[in-house]
């Protein structure tokens, strides 16, 4: 049963933007933690950020600060990324994930307690 649903990909030149939304399917954010991770070609899974449910506190990766903003709607059932001056670095399927509101700094670590996963959507950054 899908929980999470991403949208928003695509392609864009570095420098570009895009901003990517995560919805909630039958339930809102309140008591969750909403991560963004990437997977580029090759390579692990590796977390991005994260913003907090219960106090729409953020944090990102090293790589992405002050680039990458996330944010929230106000009913919490949907989670933004907007992500700027775009790099070929960053390309990659974009999940968004779920755990408990508790857990949001176990989603900086791998393996981190994850409650269900988005479908993925790609960015593609191309030089």
């Known amino acids: 049963e899908v929980e999470l649903v991403e949208s928003g990909g695509g392609s864009v030149q570095a420098g570009g933007s895009l901003r990517l939304t995560c919805r909630a399917a039958?339930?809102?954010?309140?008591?969750?933690?909403i991560g963004w991770f990437r997977q580029a070609p090759g390579k692990e899974r590796e977390f991005v950020s994260y913003i907090s449910g219960r106090d729409l506190s953020t944090y990102y990766e090293d790589s992405v600060k002050g680039r990458f903003t996330g944010s929230s709607d106000n009913r919490r059932v949907a989670v933004n990324l907007q992500m700027n001056s775009l790099k070929p670095e960053d390309t990659g399927i974009y999940y968004c994930?779920?755990?408990?509101?508790?857990?949001?700094?176990?989603?900086?670590?791998?393996?981190?307690?994850?409650?269900?996963w988005g479908q993925g959507t790609q960015v593609i950054v191309s030089s």
């Open positions: 994930a779920k755990t408990r509101w508790d857990r949001c700094a176990t989603m900086v670590v791998p393996g981190a307690a994850i409650d269900s």
């Open positions: 039958r339930f809102t954010f309140h008591d969750h933690c």
